[in-house]
């Protein structure tokens, strides 16, 4: 059973960091793509990141372009999102999420995370 853990989350001051991490255990095969949503209190669950296999396509959204980075580590069955330059509209529930027909609309994941909260403080 293909089982996705998110950790990394906690409470930061706006303008800091955090790294967001993906482990994958029963990895979901080879070649998916690993995808990061997050979904804020009332709000819909909206795409922040995706990555593919080989690492050779990325995508972020464009409301964090630029401050988060995502990577992986196939052999880790790791990814990571590092989150830079913070402000309180990041805050959210994260989520990574894996499928080899993935990109960037959650109706394309089949594995989901359970999710690490974020919160950004003023």
């Known amino acids: 059973q293909v089982q996705l853990v998110e950790s990394g989350g906690g409470t930061v001051q706006a303008g800091g960091s955090l790294r967001l991490s993906c482990a994958a255990s029963?990895?979901?095969?080879?070649?998916?793509?690993m995808g990061w949503f997050r979904q804020a209190p009332g709000k819909e669950r909206e795409f922040v990141a995706a990555?593919?296999?080989?690492?050779?396509?990325?995508k972020y959204s464009d409301s964090v372009k630029g401050r988060f980075t995502i990577s992986r580590d196939n052999a880790k069955s790791t990814g990571w999102l590092q989150m830079n330059s913070l402000n309180p509209g990041d805050t959210a529930t994260y989520y990574c999420?894996?499928?080899?027909?993935?990109?960037?609309?959650?109706?394309?994941?089949?594995?989901w995370g359970q999710g690490t909260q974020v919160s950004v403080s003023s």
């Open positions: 029963g990895p979901p095969g080879s070649g998916y793509t």
């Open positions: 999420a894996a499928d080899s027909r993935g990109w960037d609309s959650a109706i394309r994941y089949r594995y």
């Open positions: 990555i593919t296999w080989s690492g050779g396509s990325i």
